[in-house]
């Protein structure tokens, strides 16, 4: 499954500044949780021009990281979303993530599953909130010691009296 998330406008609709990097970088943390937890691969596309501090890392062998695409200058986030949309073949296993209307109908016609910003905010806080409450409930893993450490224990405090 692959996700493209319109970020700007996910931003908007939970009432938070599309403007503010901090808005933006902890959306981008959390959509790396959420693209950690469910496996899925997950492209987030601002409006605007790129910021540093948002740039895809490169992915560490074997894993998936997110990426963070901005336009070309003087371009909307839109265009570049129906451009990804248009590079693949086949995008029934694709997920956009927008309230625009204009872009819903665009991704439906190319044959993507649309999930409107709110719909996809109660899903991304419910495997966040899963996410927790499995890290939480683990309790540290202890083990016994081997026979060999024991014996190495008990003679060093033997000499020690």
Not at 42 to 52: K, S, Y
Not at 84 to 103: A, K, P
Not at 123 to 152: C, I, M, N, Q, Y
Request: charged fraction near 30%.
């Amino acid at each position: 499954m692959s996700y493209i998330v319109d970020g700007s406008n996910v931003l908007g609709r939970a009432g938070r500044s599309v403007r503010d990097p901090a808005e933006k970088m902890d959306l981008a943390r959390r959509l790396s949780l959420f693209q950690r937890q469910t496996r899925a691969r997950v492209i987030l596309v601002f409006d605007g021009p790129a910021d540093a501090a948002l740039e895809t890392p490169p992915p560490s062998p074997g894993l998936r990281t997110l990426s963070i695409l901005f336009p070309p200058d003087g371009c909307p986030a839109d265009d570049l979303i129906r451009d990804i949309l248009d590079g693949r073949r086949d995008n029934r296993d694709v997920v956009l993530v927008t309230s625009d209307r204009e872009l819903s109908a665009y991704g439906r016609r190319r044959g993507a599953r649309v999930s409107a910003c709110a719909a996809f905010a109660r899903e991304l806080r419910g495997v966040l909130r899963d996410f927790h409450r499995a890290r939480a409930s683990r309790k540290p893993e202890t083990k016994p010691p081997s026979g060999l450490d024991l014996r190495l224990w008990l003679d060093v405090f033997k000499d020690a009296r």
